[in-house]
Structure formats: structure tokens, C-alpha cells
């Protein structure tokens, strides 16, 4: 048994464990109006139930996922895998981006109207089949300040309702999550942060406002696991219909099918300092999270057993020392960032 440790989930007094289940690759393959994936390949609903299972044996009760993750197919595994055992997790999901199921397609304008949320949050509930959720998130990072007052309005009425227990917005814009914090239930901000790319601002924004930063892509989308390489017939290769393989312009790291070496450079300049104590590359990625702010969440993708155990296992080894922290500016800063 992983030793639980535990953060707060902002003002919403929920506690969590440090570690997150992150549910984007258990979706499955799903794609853009264009026909390009949104998912990272095909995927086990067996195998990915075994996962939550074990990282849920292991005290990993955080899961968080979105209704568009494979159009509401990782919504539906991930309410399979945990049916008869919902009391003992917390779940998140997310609603904005507007899909068609029958083509597991993404629609290419968002939906951002008022009625829209409870219309979206019932169909989730309905596919992870349970009556509330812990967490709903906005999925639109740059959605309008006065959009985004009429949403978090809603927000509050579903949480006067029991239908969700707190709120908050995935974005990367600290004016945007600013909006959502004026809100007394809203209780966390989803950002991107890892090792390589900082996030500052809004890590003191959720300081102060008391909310969990919830980090999307700690592991840098795979490159902090030191399992891909720059060079062709190196490291491991991304299959057909991942995202990696044909990355959208927002996505950073990979290009052409292969590790960008910029961001190779990067890792390798702190790799030794991740993997000290014993850890991996990806525990010690995780590590840093936490050492960098006592309100961090990294919610890592996981589809595998084995991935649920050796990210489980970070837990175990807890946060980096200050020391290495320091270690790691001072290799960060011999490598100016992209």
C-alpha cells in the first residue's frame, strides 16, 4: 500500500491525494473536424479499468477526466471502473467542447451558453453513472470575461443543488482564472506546469486565492518519462492517431513525429537531479511538482497498470528537498527556455 499523502482541494475543504488519475488517454482515438487526433492511440478498456483500480488500491483517489476525452468514452470506463467503489474517490470533469459521438469528432466551436452546462453536466453524470460530481471544470482556456461570470453563476446554482461540490476553470490565462475565483465555491485553476515549463503566476494566484493548481501535463506529455528521444530509430514511437504524432499547434514538445531536441536538452540538463533517492525521471518530475508549491496537483495520464504503480510509487518518496530545487534552477538556467 503507496503511503497516502494528501493535499487539499482549495477552499472546497475536499481532501485528495497528492497524486492525480489523469483520464485524457483512456478515451481512446477521437479526432478534430479536420480528421487529426485528439487522443493517443488505441487503447484497453479492460486494461485502463485495471489501471484506476490499482491506482485507486495504491491511494490515488483523484481522477479527472472531460466528457470530449473520446467523445464520453473515458467517462463511461472510468464510471465502469469504479462502480461499487465511488464513495472512495473524488472526480473531476470538464464540459465546454461541443462532440460528436457517432464520428468521435470534436465540433470545431465550442459551447458556451449558460443552458448548455446543465445540459452537459446531466450527460456526464450519466455516463461516469453516479448522481454528483466533486469537481466541473470549464474546458475553454480563453473564454470571454463576461461568458465566463454568466458560467460560473451556473456553477454556483449546481453547487446549491448538490449536483457538483466545487468548480473551476482549466486555463492558462490568470486573468481568465481570476474570474472564476471571485466565485465562494470555485476551488482550483488546471494549468500546464512541469519541470520545464514554470508557471509563476498562476502557482501565486492559486496561493493566494486558496485554490489547488491542478497540473495538467506533468510529465510534459512523456518527455519527463525518458522514454522518447530526438534522434530517428530512438526511444520509443508514437503510434498512429496519438496526438503527439500529429500535433495540433498548441501542443508543444513533439513535431514531425519525434521529440523536438530543444525540449530532449531540457530534461536531460535535469535528469540527474529528478532521478536522485531512487526515483524515476517521472517520479522525480512529480516530485518537483510538489516541492514547488504546497497547493500543486499533478493529474499525470495514466492507461496502464504499470504506469498507476510507478506513478503511485512518487507518493512514497514525497516532494523534492530544497536543495534539489535549487539544483534544478541552476541546471534550468544553463539552458535558456524555448
Given at each position: 500500500?503507496?503511503?497516502?499523502?494528501?493535499?487539499?482541494?482549495?477552499?472546497?475543504?475536499?481532501?485528495?491525494?497528492?497524486?492525480?488519475?489523469g483520464?485524457?488517454?483512456i478515451?481512446?482515438?477521437?479526432?478534430?473536424?479536420?480528421?487529426?487526433p485528439?487522443?493517443?492511440?488505441?487503447?484497453?478498456?479492460r486494461?485502463?479499468?485495471?489501471?484506476?483500480?490499482?491506482?485507486?488500491?495504491?491511494?490515488?483517489?483523484?481522477?479527472?477526466?472531460?466528457?470530449?476525452?473520446?467523445t464520453?468514452?473515458?467517462?463511461?470506463?472510468?464510471?465502469?471502473?469504479?462502480k461499487g467503489?465511488?464513495?472512495?474517490?473524488?472526480?473531476?470533469?470538464?464540459?465546454?467542447?461541443?462532440?460528436?459521438?457517432?464520428?468521435?469528432?470534436m465540433?470545431p466551436e465550442?459551447?458556451?451558453?449558460?443552458?448548455?452546462?446543465?445540459?452537459a453536466?446531466t450527460?456526464?453524470?450519466?455516463?461516469l453513472?453516479t448522481?454528483?460530481?466533486?469537481l466541473?471544470?470549464?474546458?475553454i482556456?480563453?473564454?470571454?470575461?463576461?461568458?465566463?461570470?454568466?458560467?460560473?453563476?451556473?456553477?454556483?446554482?449546481?453547487?446549491?443543488?448538490?449536483?457538483?461540490?466545487?468548480?473551476?476553470w482549466?486555463?492558462?490565462?490568470?486573468?481568465?482564472a481570476?474570474?472564476?475565483?471571485?466565485g465562494?465555491?470555485?476551488?482550483?485553476?488546471?494549468?500546464?506546469?512541469?519541470?520545464?515549463?514554470?508557471?509563476?503566476?498562476?502557482l501565486?494566484?492559486?496561493?493566494?486565492?486558496?485554490?489547488a493548481?491542478?497540473?495538467?501535463g506533468?510529465?510534459?506529455?512523456?518527455?519527463?518519462t525518458?522514454?522518447y528521444d530526438?534522434?530517428?530509430?530512438?526511444?520509443?514511437?508514437?503510434?498512429?492517431?496519438?496526438?503527439?504524432?500529429?500535433?495540433?499547434?498548441?501542443l508543444?514538445?513533439?513535431r514531425?513525429?519525434?521529440?523536438?531536441?530543444?525540449?530532449?536538452?531540457?530534461?536531460?540538463?535535469?535528469?540527474?537531479?529528478?532521478?536522485?533517492?531512487?526515483?524515476?525521471?517521472?517520479?522525480?518530475a512529480?516530485?518537483?511538482?510538489?516541492?514547488?508549491?504546497?497547493?500543486?496537483?499533478?493529474?499525470?495520464?495514466?492507461?496502464?497498470?504499470?504506469?498507476?504503480?510507478?506513478?503511485?510509487?512518487?507518493?512514497?518518496?514525497?516532494?523534492?528537498?530544497?536543495?534539489?530545487?535549487?539544483?534544478?534552477?541552476?541546471?534550468?538556467?544553463?539552458?535558456p527556455?524555448?
Amino acid at each position: 500500500m503507496t503511503t497516502h499523502f494528501s493535499r487539499t482541494l482549495g477552499r472546497s475543504g475536499i481532501t485528495v491525494s497528492a497524486l492525480g488519475f489523469g483520464c485524457w488517454a483512456i478515451g481512446g482515438p477521437w479526432q478534430d473536424s479536420a480528421g487529426k487526433p485528439l487522443g493517443w492511440g488505441e487503447v484497453d478498456d479492460r486494461e485502463s479499468v485495471r489501471a484506476v483500480r490499482r491506482a485507486l488500491d495504491l491511494g490515488v483517489v483523484f481522477f479527472d477526466t472531460a466528457d470530449c476525452y473520446g467523445t464520453g468514452r473515458s467517462e463511461e470506463v472510468l464510471g465502469r471502473a469504479l462502480k461499487g467503489r465511488r464513495e472512495e474517490a473524488v472526480i473531476a470533469s470538464k464540459w465546454g467542447n461541443a462532440f460528436d459521438p457517432a464520428t468521435r469528432t470534436m465540433l470545431p466551436e465550442p459551447e458556451l451558453s449558460p443552458g448548455y452546462v446543465r445540459r452537459a453536466l446531466t450527460a456526464t453524470l450519466r455516463r461516469l453513472d453516479t448522481d454528483h460530481l466533486d469537481l466541473y471544470q470549464l474546458h475553454i482556456g480563453d473564454a470571454p470575461h463576461g461568458v465566463a461570470e454568466e458560467l460560473r453563476a451556473v456553477c454556483e446554482e449546481l453547487v446549491a443543488e448538490g449536483l457538483i461540490r466545487a468548480y473551476g476553470w482549466s486555463t492558462d490565462l490568470p486573468d481568465r482564472a481570476k474570474v472564476f475565483a471571485a466565485g465562494p465555491h470555485c476551488a482550483s485553476v488546471q494549468l500546464n506546469c512541469n519541470v520545464l515549463e514554470d508557471a509563476p503566476e498562476l502557482l501565486a494566484l492559486c496561493e493566494a486565492e486558496g485554490l489547488a493548481a491542478i497540473n495538467r501535463g506533468p510529465l510534459a506529455m512523456g518527455v519527463l518519462t525518458g522514454k522518447y528521444d530526438s534522434a530517428p530509430g530512438r526511444g520509443a514511437s508514437l503510434a498512429p492517431g496519438d496526438i503527439r504524432a500529429e500535433p495540433p499547434g498548441w501542443l508543444r514538445y513533439f513535431r514531425d513525429g519525434r521529440l523536438e531536441p530543444r525540449w530532449r536538452e531540457r530534461f536531460e540538463a535535469v535528469r540527474d537531479v529528478l532521478t536522485g533517492g531512487g526515483r524515476t525521471p517521472a517520479q522525480g518530475a512529480l516530485a518537483w511538482l510538489w516541492a514547488r508549491s504546497p497547493v500543486t496537483v499533478p493529474i499525470p495520464g495514466i492507461r496502464t497498470v504499470a504506469q498507476a504503480e510507478e506513478n503511485a510509487a512518487a507518493m512514497e518518496h514525497g516532494p523534492l528537498t530544497a536543495e534539489q530545487l535549487s539544483d534544478i534552477r541552476s541546471a534550468a538556467a544553463d539552458r535558456p527556455g524555448p
